[in-house]
């Protein structure tokens, strides 16, 4: 058996194991250089709370205008889908409870995608179509998974909202495919 050990490209970076077979039919075990916990850190956060901004005032200005929602109101539909009927009567708490409940899904959301793109080099490559594609995935996700079963009381929907909703999330996907490809170097990638 034989190890070969690549040192760190840059500093921060940690060490990513890959296991093969080499051309006698051994096993042989190669080490890479992958990002740290903390670049990893960073890069996740960072694009989740820009999509998670984005997001809010989007839902802030939109619902604003058309429905005359206030911002108090719009972060609790957020929190209704924990607390049901009872979010609309809850205050500030209940309030930052949604706006908290928003950026954790957004988050949890960037590092679905730094993960999948440590595994597949083309998300990071084609961001600019991965990334949309994976707003997709959470507008999928959100309107046909997560609010179903979630205690949020149905919300009257328009061709209008449902469309800049959908929208949105292109917007939402592709700001965290390119933060995560801006943030995060890996092996590999050019440029």
């Known amino acids: 058996m034989s190890v070969v050990v690549a040192p760190d490209a840059a500093p921060g970076l940690g060490i990513k194991t890959s296991v093969g077979l080499n051309n006698a039919g051994l096993s042989s075990v190669e080490l890479k250089p992958g990002p740290g916990r903390v670049e990893a850190l960073r890069a996740i956060v960072l694009a989740g709370a820009a999509a998670a901004t984005l997001d809010l005032a989007f839902a802030f200005t939109f619902y604003g205008a058309t429905l005359g929602a206030s911002p108090l109101r719009i972060l609790h539909s957020i929190a209704s889908g924990a ?107 050019s440029g």
């Open 83 to 189: 607390f049901g009927m009872a979010a609309f009567d809850g205050g500030v708490a209940t309030a930052a409870f949604g706006l908290l409940a928003h950026y954790f899904i957004l988050i949890v959301a960037a590092s679905l995608y730094f993960a999948a793109s440590t595994r597949v080099a083309t998300l990071r490559r084609r961001a600019a179509i991965c990334g949309p594609l994976f707003g997709v995935a959470i507008y999928c996700f959100m309107h046909y998974v997560v609010v179903p079963l979630s205690a949020a009381p149905k919300f009257r929907s328009s061709t209008l909202s449902i469309s800049s909703e959908f929208l949105m999330h292109l917007l939402l996907g592709l700001t965290i495919a390119l933060i995560v490809r801006a943030t995060t170097r890996l092996p590999g990638d």
